[in-house]
């Protein structure tokens, strides 16, 4: 079981940045892939970002790549997005998420996942 609190909710003007935080907890070995997706209002849950269980591995979305830089920490059991250059298309609520079978090639679906956090809410005005 892996259990996930984001925090770093805010609102932002566009072209600003904000840096999300996801922290795990009921399993101590960071044994799980760690992933970002989000949610606009009226759309469905898309994926943004992944990293594997060592960090050496991460894949992002499209429109988000270059911008969006995902991290983590497994001393503290902590995954990061770092998100510049916001855009007012990037506002929605944003999903933490664990897949303990690892970074694989479906990454981006979200059946892939196996434990999610209950999401931060993240503005971007134009």
């Known amino acids: 079981q892996v259990h996930l609190v984001e925090s770093g909710r805010g609102l932002v003007q566009a072209g600003g940045s904000l840096r999300l935080s996801c922290a795990a907890s009921?399993?101590?070995?960071?044994?799980?892939?760690l992933g970002w997706f989000r949610q606009a209002l009226g759309k469905q849950r898309e994926f943004v970002a992944a990293?594997?269980?060592?960090?050496?591995?991460?894949g992002y979305a499209g429109p988000v790549r270059g911008r969006f830089t995902i991290s983590r920490d497994n001393a503290n059991n902590t995954v990061y997005l770092q998100m510049d250059r916001l855009k007012p298309e990037d506002t929605a609520v944003y999903y933490c998420?664990?897949?303990?079978?690892?970074?694989?090639?479906?990454?981006?679906?979200?059946?892939?996942?196996?434990?999610w956090g209950q999401g931060t809410q993240v503005t971007v005005s134009s």
């Open positions: 998420a664990a897949s303990i079978a690892g970074f694989h090639s479906d990454y981006t679906a979200l059946g892939a996942w196996d434990y």
């Open positions: 009921g399993r101590t070995d960071s044994d799980y892939a």
């Open positions: 990293i594997s269980r060592n960090g050496r591995f991460t």
